[in-house]
């Protein structure tokens, strides 16, 4: 996936700014695909030169210029959508220190991961607040409330997967500082 899909999607929602797209990308995207508000720029400027997005200045005379999908950014989004997605290989500096622990260890690294579960579980409680707000069990929803449900979902489940990996990270380290050191044993 391209930043500019991205964009072309949340502007699809709502034209906006640079700084309103900025923001709502740091809310409702971030999780998925992150990007500096400097990328933003200059993929909108980019995309305006390849004809997908056009901007007007602000109306309220305010600084800045206000971005709309045009047809050919509509098509862009299609053409792509229609591709396979290639599966993201893990790649997380985390599993190169265990690496590096099991190698050359012990490198003590249960702190990182204790840091890391407590990142997890403040995500799943934030995006299970998400989910009570905005998708309780009684309400009927429509076709975009289901799919934004969805996607939310994969949030909270990979959250909650990194937590469980956590816990039984920390079980074992815990185990193995419990058990004779294996070059005791040579």
């Keep these: 996936m ?17 700084f309103e797209l900025a923001r709502r990308f740091d809310k409702a ?8 508000h400097q990328q933003i720029y200059r993929e909108l400027a980019r995309m ?6 056009t901007s007007t200045p602000v109306e309220d005379g305010g600084r800045g210029r206000s971005y709309e999908v045009q047809p ?15 599966l993201q ?10 690496r590096a622990d099991a190698v050359a260890g012990p490198l003590y690294v249960e702190k990182e991961i204790a ?3 407590a990142l997890h579980v403040e995500k799943l409680r934030a995006y299970r607040a998400i989910e009570a707000q905005d998708f309780p069990p009684d309400r009927r929803t429509s076709r975009k409330a289901r799919i934004m449900h969805l996607i939310l979902k994969a949030g909270i489940l990979y959250e909650q997967s990194w937590i ?12 193995l500082s419990a058990a004779p050191s294996e070059k005791a044993g040579r």
Excluded at 29 to 36: E, L, N, R, V
């Design 2 to 18: 391209s930043l500019a899909h991205a964009l072309i999607t949340s502007l699809l929602e709502q034209p906006a700014t640079g």
């Design 48 to 53: 305006e030169g390849a004809g997908w997005v």
């Design 72 to 86: 050919a950014g509509k098509d862009e989004l299609l053409r792509w959508a229609g591709e396979e997605a290639p």
């Design 29 to 36: 995207i971030s999780p998925f695909w992150h990007a500096t």
């Design 115 to 117: 840091r890391r579960m």
């Design 164 to 175: 469980t990996w956590s816990r039984e990270a920390l079980a074992e380290y815990a185990a």
């Design 89 to 98: 290989p893990l790649r997380d500096e985390l599993m190169v220190r265990l």
